[in-house]
């Protein structure tokens, strides 16, 4: 079944960085904030009135959960589904709405799993991290894939050792902000933001399902 995957990420301009030393490279709470509200609202028509709850996931690799800080595991008021074949992986966590799974492909199976008996609905799924998991998922071309990335304008870029994957910007137009706007489903600032001395703004890539082609190219988007 061929659906949507939201790919949320903030990466560096100059290299599409994402991560140093298992962290983030940048302190940008507005940018947080941001992913926050993105990947916990639930758009209205995605919403099925069965007598259940409805959230979002957010498909993530097993060092991407391990990376954020316990207060914080598993993101509240989200499916948190990790991507590890170490099934035991949540055991003794207080890991509620959380789940495990081998691979993505597995990851979705799950989902269709949990809309059909669950005691939740799952509408929108987002991709989170880290490096491996935004490839594999980039290599779904049965799926429309959505890329909201957050580009930073990082003066060190070169420390990170964790990159967003290259794509092909034909591949994966440049959407107009009110695109943006209509997927994440609230108004979202348009143009360069300043956050602690650091530039950024939301930018959204979509290609849309079944391209005959490979999505992922030497090309990245607004790298030098």
């Not at 959960?65 to 008021?77: C, I, N, Q, T, V």
């Not at 495990?100 to 799950?110: D, N, V």
């Not at 991290?129 to 594999?136: K, N």
């Not at 602690?196 to 930018?203: A, H, V």
Request: charged letters at 20%.
């Amino acid at each position: 079944m061929s659906r949507t995957l939201t790919l949320i990420a903030a990466a560096a301009a100059k290299n599409n960085g994402i991560g140093v030393n298992g962290s983030l490279p940048w302190r940008l709470p507005a940018e947080l904030a941001y992913f926050s509200r993105v990947t916990t609202t639930v758009i209205d028509d995605e919403a099925i009135s069965d007598g259940r709850p409805t959230v979002n996931a957010c498909i993530m690799g097993r060092r991407t959960w391990e990376g954020l800080p316990p207060k914080f595991r598993p993101l509240a008021g989200r499916y948190n589904i990790v991507i590890t074949r170490d099934g035991s992986l949540l055991d003794g966590a207080s890991a509620p709405l959380s789940a495990t799974q081998p691979s993505i492909a597995a990851a979705l199976a799950h989902i269709d799993e949990v809309n059909g008996s669950g005691s939740v609905r799952i509408a929108r799924v987002f991709v989170v991290g880290g490096a491996r998991i935004y490839d594999e998922a980039l290599r779904l071309t049965a799926h429309r894939i959505q890329v909201l990335l957050t580009r930073v304008e990082l003066e060190d870029a070169e420390k990170c050792d964790a990159f967003f994957p290259a794509f092909d910007v034909a591949d994966f137009p440049l959407q107009p902000h009110r695109r943006l706007e209509d997927v994440v489903g609230f108004a979202v600032p348009q143009g360069t933001q300043t956050e602690r001395g650091i530039d950024y703004q939301f930018l959204l890539y979509e290609r849309p399902a079944a391209q005959p082609h490979p999505p992922l190219a030497s090309q990245s988007p607004d790298l030098a």
